[in-house]
């Protein structure tokens, strides 16, 4: 079995000569030598000083992806809706089915009445109702992360009325106004609002269409 | 010269290389995810952060590239099963038994979509089953097959996509809690393959 090479550091560099990296370096060679790893022979063949370049590297490239990929997205939830539905307006979407699903892996065991917010022509007043476990009514940044969430309680019919308003000092001045709605701040400018009802059967489903068909979102002046 | 050339020629390796690791590396997180970010109960794997605000990164990412809405709920999770309970993918050219036994949340949901998260136009115009509308066995047991063609009993269509995901929706909150602080000890359905053509 081949060993590390003994040079770490370039022999033309006498200036770092002395550094204590250099002599960590060494340690850390001698370490290894001892363990006599046995890794293949192409990534002998390419040195430790280049693996541990490209490892850090691509450990850099490896978050800041991460990071950005949901600003990256092309396709989040609400740029697969935008053309499908009207700004500002809730719309009850009939039951999901093959053909005729808003999203994919969406519920087919749920009701929903969605609203695609902007608030760039001012903030939008929503109301719903809550009606029992298994609804909810949440609100939904551009990129799907969920910033509000009213869950259903058994037995418990709940009715919301938020003020979804932008964030930074436009909204801040907004805030501050006496609202009769909860102001709620949007990180992002674009969202959706979501009402979701349990499809229990066929009983209930008349029931449940009519509270979605209740819900409304509308836009207000700033 | 030469040292210029040398360290040329190993950018010109070593940065692509280093950038496809890295993007292939974050893809696999976001996509596949790992025990930083999912559970995994048998074959049922689900983003326990999804939907909520200290979502770490590689969920946030995840949600945004998947068009997922999910809901942050203490009472609400959502699991996918792009497998069987043996390790095997799933497809329609197979028949699946998934057994629910001694699996009693509130509610639950199960439906059927295709690889790409469409659901699979069939005759019956079924997509899945919930605790209300699945039939139980005479020993309590909930068994629902999963198969192209017709069966007796809870049967749910696979269609003629080839690969199949499964998509299991608990609505219970002990559950939520189990799954949120990893004691996830209560066992989910199995799914077992009973035949392929």
Known sequence: MKRWPIELWPARLPRVQQLPVRLWLKQAQALLMRLRLPLPQWLRRLGWRRITAVVLLAGIVHICATLAAPMLSSRHAYLLVRDKLPANRMVVLPPQSPGNQLLPYVSPHMLYAVCRYDLSGGPVIVTATVADAGWALSLHAAQGDNFYVMPGQPLRRTDVSLLVIPSGPEGALIQKRDTAETPIVSPTPEGLIVLRAPLRGLAWSAEADAVLQRATCTQVRP | ?197
């Not at chain 2, 979509?113 to 066995?137: C, Q, V, W, Y």
């Not at chain 2, 003629?160 to 189990?178: E, I």
């Open chain 2, 1 to 197: 010269m030469r040292l210029l050339r040398k360290v040329l020629v190993n950018l010109a390796v070593l940065v692509p290389a280093a950038a496809l690791l890295g993007l292939g590396t974050a893809w696999y997180m976001i996509q596949a995810g790992s025990r930083l970010s999912t559970r995994t109960v048998g074959p049922w794997v689900t983003w326990s952060a999804a939907g909520r605000s200290d979502a770490d990164p590689y969920t946030r990412a995840h949600v945004a590239w998947n068009a997922m809405l999910p809901v942050s709920s203490t009472s609400e999770l959502s699991f996918r099963a792009k497998t069987d309970s043996s390790g095997s993918r799933l497809t329609s050219a197979c028949d699946y038994a998934i057994v629910m036994e001694e699996f009693e949340p509130a509610w639950w949901g199960l439906a059927v979509f295709d690889g790409d998260g469409k659901l699979i136009a069939n005759p019956a115009e079924r997509h899945g089953f919930t605790s209300s509308t699945a039939m139980r066995e005479p020993d309590g047991r909930t068994v629902i097959i999963l198969a192209r063609d017709a069966r007796p009993g809870n049967w749910l269509p696979s269609g003629r996509s080839n690969r199949v995901v499964l998509v299991l929706t608990v609505q219970d909150s002990s559950w939520a809690a189990a799954i949120h602080d990893g004691s996830a000890a209560k066992a989910l359905p199995e799914v077992v393959r009973t035949g392929c053509r």
